[in-house]
């Protein structure tokens, strides 16, 4: 992490009598910080009044502490530097929860300051008092209890160190008022020493070598590469070794935009709404390398049944995920960026032309694809966004049927342009992600998609990307549903729709309220101009509200739990009106690849 421009002074301010407070804003700058979001009040209000001098560290003033969290989240993902929260005791800290959970299940390092009561009201019911060190136990790497101004600077340096290394994840360090009002002279620590906490960065080479000789005797190898790949900014290893081996590719959600899907080995994503074509390589690959990914549920469906005639190769700095969900052949614990460089030099070139040769007739059979009749559909959003941006662009997602839409639609090409909430699925997620994107890079357009379910979740962080003229483009799938709770009552529920539809807002009015401009689509021969209108719009945030075809369904689809034999292909469900004419002439086809 690159120090802020506030940091190069620092020496200053070294061996200096100092309150817990400004050692605290001091520290920040030690650490390069140079974006705080946060939300202030009584416990935290001797930090706050700290800040006012300090001019290196931007401090974004949000409109709710889970949009904090969350724009610290997309602020790390869009940047690789850890994002940073501020906020009160009480409901302030317990307002964080839902945001942290989301990181530590994407595996975000972001650092969580929470205020807290003074030391000797604690444990006694006090005014916003909150246990905010237990109830985030599960949920963070390791959190602190600072007792000891003395010892902040080093919880500090701790705290920064453990959320950016190994498997990266959540910190936070509670606060206690008198604690930040004690003094004490201010050393920041140059190295941290943990004797309980030493990630394992290189590979076992046995364990590397056992690996290439597994490769080097495949016929059908796939890379099934995950997040880890995007983290430890490996993309150009696994190109290369994905190149030498001629070896195709499939990510999952989290590792949309390791390899770029323009490239004839790309599978796309698999999963429970990945493509066809990747879910069947899988099955019937000889040798699975999986790359900073944790075979989670919703890639394997059935664990028994998952690449059954697969050797299965297992890459990941953290040892606790291997061979947690499936079981492996050849672990290698390591940081994926130096275990695939040198594997890449182990392993040789493969003759996968007749493997290659059945994948490509697979894609051309089952392409991904959707009815485009008279409705606009959301398929056709995600598809035009991504020829008018040509991939160019980050885009933000909320989660639900849009999420998939955009993962399988896009066309992914960058690291690091494809933020969502995996792991715990979090809706309401998107518009604070990508608000928190946009204070970390300007080099890329960036688009926020929520559903209107999600978008209502944390609609009020348009007052704050409104306030600091965000060029934001954010995009409403407005179906009136939940949708993809809807799609599960209509699949397995007998269509039981059961409080599912939506009562919206005017969503033009509620962007304009907040004086951000936007306009209504209804109709798919508006879509592309109103992309390259929003597109084309830098003077803050452009809304658009696209009114989608009420009850489409995300497909294909293996529904939980099962397998690739029991896969839904085709978008069945979706009625053509008959006056629609042929049927295959209105359905628009994509291969990725």
């Known amino acids: 992490m690159s120090p802020s421009k506030g940091s190069r002074s620092q020496s200053s301010h070294h061996g200096k009598l100092m309150t817990g407070s400004e050692i605290f804003v001091r520290s920040l700058v030690e650490e390069g910080v140079e974006v705080v979001f946060g939300y202030p009040g009584g416990a935290t209000i001797g930090i706050y009044d700290a800040l006012v001098d300090l001019t290196d560290i931007k401090h974004v003033l949000v409109r709710h502490e889970q949009g904090a969290t969350h724009a610290a989240e997309g602020y790390a993902k869009a940047t690789g530097r850890p994002g940073v929260v501020l906020v009160t005791s009480g409901p302030g800290a317990t307002n964080t929860v839902t945001g942290i959970a989301d990181a530590y299940m994407d595996s975000i390092p972001i650092v969580v300051f929470t205020g807290q009561v003074p030391l000797r009201l604690i444990g006694n019911d006090a005014f916003q008092e909150a246990d905010i060190v237990g109830i985030t136990r599960p949920i963070t790497k390791h959190n602190y209890l600072v007792k000891d101004v003395n010892d902040l600077t080093r919880i500090i340096k701790e705290a920064f160190y453990i959320a950016t290394t190994g498997r990266p994840g959540p910190v936070l360090i509670d606060l206690p008022k008198d604690v930040m009002a004690q003094k004490t002279t201010f050393e920041y620590p140059k190295s941290v020493q943990l004797r309980s906490y030493n990630p394992t960065v290189e590979g076992h080479m046995k364990q590397i070598s056992k690996a290439a000789s597994l490769i080097n005797g495949s016929k059908r190898p796939v890379l099934y590469v995950g997040g880890g790949v995007i983290q430890s900014n490996a993309a150009a290893e696994l190109a290369a070794l994905a190149e030498k081996l001629h070896c195709p590719v499939t990510t999952t959600l989290h590792g949309l935009g390791s390899f770029p899907e323009t490239n004839r080995l790309s599978l796309g994503m698999l999963g429970m709404h990945g493509t066809w074509y990747s879910n069947v390589a899988v099955n019937y690959c000889d040798v699975l390398i999986a790359v900073g990914a944790r075979f989670d549920d919703r890639v394997t469906g059935k664990v028994e049944a ?288």
């Not at 933000?396 to 955009?406: A, P």
């Not at 549903?481 to 799609?487: I, K, T």
């Not at 004086?515 to 992309?531: F, K, L, N, W, Y």
Request: aromatic letters at 8%.
């Open 306 to 593: 998952f690449a059954p005639e697969a050797k299965k190769i297992h890459i990941d700095i953290d040892p606790s995920a291997i061979s947690k969900n499936v079981k492996v052949d050849v672990p290698i614990v390591g940081d994926v960026k130096k275990v695939l460089k040198k594997l890449t030099e182990d392993v040789h070139a493969l003759d996968t032309a007749d493997w290659l040769k059945t994948i490509d007739q697979w894609k051309a059979e089952h392409p991904l694809r959707y009815r485009h009749g008279d409705a606009l559909r959301a398929q056709y959003v995600m598809h035009k966004l991504g020829e008018i941006t040509k991939g160019h662009a980050v885009v933000v997602t909320d989660v639900g049927q849009h999420q998939m839409w955009t993962a399988q639609f896009f066309t992914w090409i960058h690291p690091r342009s494809h933020i969502t909430s995996g792991g715990l699925g979090t809706m309401g997620f998107s518009l604070p992600a990508a608000m928190g994107a946009a204070f970390g890079r300007n080099d890329l357009p960036i688009v926020s998609i929520s559903g209107d379910g999600g978008f209502q979740m944390n609609s009020q962080e348009m007052a704050t990307i409104v306030e600091h003229k965000l060029p934001l483009k954010i995009f409403v799938i407005n179906n009136g549903f939940l949708g993809m709770v809807r799609q599960w009552q209509d699949l397995f529920w007998r269509r039981r729709y059961s409080h599912v539809e939506l009562y919206n807002p005017d969503f033009v009015k509620l962007a304009e309220a907040y004086g951000c401009p936007g306009i209504r689509v209804t109709r798919a021969s508006d879509v592309e101009s109103a992309i390259r209108r929003a597109l084309d719009h830098h003077d803050g945030p452009f809304f658009i509200d696209f009114a989608v075809a009420k009850e489409d369904n995300v497909y294909p689809m293996i529904p939980a739990g099962q397998t690739v034999n029991e896969i839904l292909d085709t978008p069945e469900s979706v009625e053509i009106p008959a006056t629609a004419g042929n049927e295959m002439d209105k359905m628009m086809v994509l291969t990725k690849g």
